[in-house]
């Protein structure tokens, strides 16, 4: 029993020399370094752990995959993004432009031809992958170092970059089906003139 004592007594002093040790290591606070830095793991050791976030926040790497952007303005909807995600969580709509020269061109030259009804990608579902940003040929599909998106509904994670507006979408499918249709009358009237000719 006496030597019981003895234990629970040094097991005590060494519990409390230990919170001790932590209560006066926690006034050194983390520094925000690089994680390149050598000293980056090495700070752990002691001190607290945590940052004063938000106002501090950590550095992230150059190759970290956080939340996707996509500069529309460059997009030519070409959906290679969409058919390589292994999730599916990239749903595009395009619209084919009925104008012969295209609607424009993106910063590398490209002559866009598809409008971009639709262009979500639910973030809820991303894998962070990165093979989007991979196969996209104007690279404009990117995945940026925000990290801290918080949202109070998952819904909220689905990120539409589209600039059309409903009404816009509806016209240029309106003016699409217009001009498929006069294309396939041409394209009979054609066919019966050669009929007719025969
Ligand atoms: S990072 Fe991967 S999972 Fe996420 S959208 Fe791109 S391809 Fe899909
Ligand atoms: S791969 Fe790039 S250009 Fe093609 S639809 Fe996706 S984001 Fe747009």
Not at 21 to 43: C, G, P, W
Not at 114 to 139: H, N, R, S
Request: charged share 25%.
């Amino acid at each position: 029993m006496f030597k019981r004592a003895i234990n629970g007594f040094i097991t005590t002093c060494k519990g409390l020399a230990l919170t001790v040790r932590h209560l006066f290591a926690s006034t050194e606070k983390r520094e925000v370094i690089h994680v390149s830095d050598d000293n980056y793991f090495k700070q752990l050791d002691h001190g607290t752990n945590t940052i004063q976030y938000p106002k501090q926040s950590l550095p992230v790497p150059e190759v970290g995959r956080y939340q996707l952007d996509v500069e529309i303005d460059d997009c030519i909807v070409c959906d290679l993004c969409a058919k390589i995600c292994p999730v599916d969580c990239i749903t595009i709509e395009s619209i084919k432009s009925t104008e012969p020269g295209g609607i424009g061109q993106t910063s590398d030259g490209t002559t866009k031809r598809l409008y971009a009804a639709q262009f979500d990608i639910d973030m809820a579902k991303c894998m962070y992958c990165g093979l989007c940003t991979i196969v996209c040929p104007t690279e404009c599909i990117i995945m940026t170092n925000t990290y801290d998106k918080t949202v109070f509904e998952l819904n909220h994670l689905v990120y539409e970059f589209s600039d059309m507006s409903a009404e816009e979408a509806a016209e240029k499918r309106a003016l699409l089906e217009k001009q498929q249709a006069e294309k396939q009358a041409a394209k009979l009237a054609a066919m019966n003139k050669k009929e007719e000719g025969k």
